[in-house]
């Protein structure tokens, strides 16, 4: 069976707008938007690590579409200096139409999400938990606005670092399935220790979510870890 993925290329880090689909295939040598990337075939139980030029974060060219011939999976890794966090890209088959944000702030942080189409006239609905500046000017809390993705691109939002307000329990939908990512650019985690980090997640969509979860702790994690739990209905 066939499989593919989008994956945000620069996750959270500086997306303004996610544009063009660059196709990556196994065993061949693609070029899109001036960019040329190697993705060799991979053997069963193998993995190989395809590096994204620096290139390939500007301008719109922020999506990869992933595919191949038999199932498969894909970790995309953040790398920046002293900062680092990797996630687990969701399926296209398994993306869905509702989402919340789950983010993160140690009070300064700033939050953000980014919501990305895989079909062309998708509308999207945005429902902010907090007051929310976008390029078409403010949006109060607890009103919902619209915005049209064709396949391919997306949208980014982000919190002032300065405001560390939390963009957790903001609403997402859409008319067709969507992806989403969320995190903070850097944050302390727990507040008060050592130096900031990245951190993001591919969301899944709220008609994965469940009742019963399982957790485990982070070993050797002295100051203990710390869980984010959220409702999907009332």
């Known amino acids: 069976a066939a499989a593919a993925a989008l994956v945000p290329l620069r996750a959270l880090a500086a997306i303004e707008q996610v544009g063009s689909i660059e196709e990556l295939t196994g065993g061949a040598a693609v070029t899109a938007g001036g960019i040329t990337i190697d993705a060799p075939e991979i053997a069963e139980n193998g993995n190989t690590v395809v590096r994204l ?27 920046a200096y002293q900062s ?12 869905g139409t509702e989402y919340i944000v789950t983010t993160y702030t140690d009070g300064s942080s700033p939050t953000q999400f980014t919501v ?7 509308t999207v609905t945005v429902t902010p938990s907090t007051n929310l500046s976008t390029s078409g000017g403010s949006v109060p809390a607890g009103v919902p606005f619209d915005f049209n993705l064709d396949r391919g691109e997306g949208q980014y939002f982000s919190m002032r670092q300065s405001t560390g307000q939390d963009l957790t329990g903001t609403l997402v ?8 990512v969320n995190g903070s650019g850097c944050t302390f985690l727990p507040a008060g220790f050592g130096a900031c980090d990245h951190i993001f997640e591919v969301a ?15 070993p050797y994690r002295t100051p203990g870890s710390l869980y984010r739990i959220l409702a999907a209905e009332d």
């Open 53 to 79: 030029p620096d290139s390939a974060h500007s301008g719109g060219t922020n999506l990869v579409r992933v595919f191949a011939e038999n199932d498969f999976v894909v970790y995309m890794v953040n790398r």
């Open 84 to 95: 680092s966090d990797a996630a687990l890209a969701i399926p296209l088959d398994a993306l």
């Open 116 to 122: 990305y189409a895989t079909e062309d006239n998708t």
């Open 173 to 180: 939908s859409a008319d067709h399935p969507v992806g989403m």
């Open 204 to 218: 899944p969509p709220v008609s994965s979510w469940g009742k019963q979860i399982l957790v485990t702790d982070f």
